[in-house]
């Protein structure tokens, strides 16, 4: 095969990549808690319990979305009792945003949750190295730059 078939195919991978991932994200969880959280919602009490301490505009580069997007996503959050936000003393515009207990309580379970399905995607790929995990990783990021520049063109 040569190499742009290869390419190709490795395109329509992540294609499927990215439709598998998108159904598995849309179907609400729970996460040590009684509420059910999408993906979306847990991932981002994963930034602010990581952070310890965000604010929108900062969770917004992160994961490239709008400040307005974000704002939506804290208010979900905060009605649900998992975050809350304060004036930041240092900066009386700034909003500062943390996780509350119960919001520490999804976060952590989240994290263990991560490591152990991690955990199992690494039994099925023990064939794989370190280098090859990397490779992989340079590929993507590759791809993700040339995706990012294009959406930046289109804008």
């Known amino acids: 095969m040569e190499k742009e078939e290869i390419f190709y195919e490795l395109m329509e991978t992540l294609f499927e990549t990215s439709r598998s991932i998108s159904t598995y994200e849309s179907i609400p969880r729970k996460y040590g808690t009684e509420d059910e959280l999408y993906m979306i919602e847990a991932h981002t009490l994963n930034l602010i319990g990581d952070k310890i301490k965000t604010n929108t505009t900062e969770i917004a580069e992160i994961t490239h979305r709008t400040k307005s997007a974000v704002s939506q996503m804290m208010d979900k959050l905060i009605k649900k009792e998992l975050a809350f936000k304060y004036r930041n003393p240092d900066n009386y515009r700034e909003l500062t945003i943390e996780l509350t207990p119960k919001g ?14 991690f955990g199992n995607y690494l039994k099925d790929l023990e064939r794989f190295t370190i280098e090859d995990f990397q490779k992989i990783i340079t590929l993507l990021n590759l791809i993700n730059e040339r995706t990012k520049s294009t959406l930046h063109e289109k804008a």
């Open 104 to 117: 520490q309580l999804v976060y952590e379970y989240h994290k263990k949750l991560d490591k152990e399905e």
